[in-house]
């Protein structure tokens, strides 16, 4: 039996209270990553974009009606990663409020190197999301 994730193991709170009509930006390259992890947020009272690469995100981002309070950002993703997308959404001051954490299925010491490499607020585990954290409670 696959032990149970452990809270410490991941950064595993948003940083954002559910409702008061915060927008998240799910960026994920897997179509059925995104809804998923859209949907549990949908339930949750945050109102939810996603975006399948960073060009997309790129083009919600810059349009102050639909710029997200949050960006859950995959790291590996075609054409533009997650790590570059993070570094545009950082370096620029027109996002200051924006905040980026990097949801990804990297082992967690790279994830902790790309965050403090990158600029990004934080990490999650897809596993602490997805699989893993899902299939331990089934047993």
């Known amino acids: 039996m696959p032990e149970k994730p452990k809270p410490e193991d991941c950064m595993t709170t948003l940083p954002l209270d559910p409702g008061q009509g915060k927008r998240i930006l799910v960026v994920d390259d897997s179509e059925v990553t995104g ?10 009272g945050f109102e939810v974009q996603i975006a399948e690469s960073a060009e997309i995100a790129t083009r919600l981002v810059t349009k102050k009606e639909s710029r997200p309070d ?20 950082k370096g620029n001051s027109m996002f200051a409020k924006v905040k980026v ?8 010491q790279s994830l902790k190197e790309m965050v403090a490499e990158c600029g990004a607020d934080g990490y999650l585990c897809k596993n602490q999301i997805m699989g893993d954290g899902v299939t331990s409670f089934l047993d």
């Open 70 to 89: 949050l960006i859950l950002l995959d790291i590996n993703m075609p054409n533009i990663d997650g790590a570059q997308f993070c570094r545009f959404i």
């Open 101 to 108: 954490v990097f949801c990804s299925g990297m082992e967690e």
């Open 35 to 44: 809804l998923l992890i859209a949907s549990d947020l949908e339930e949750k």
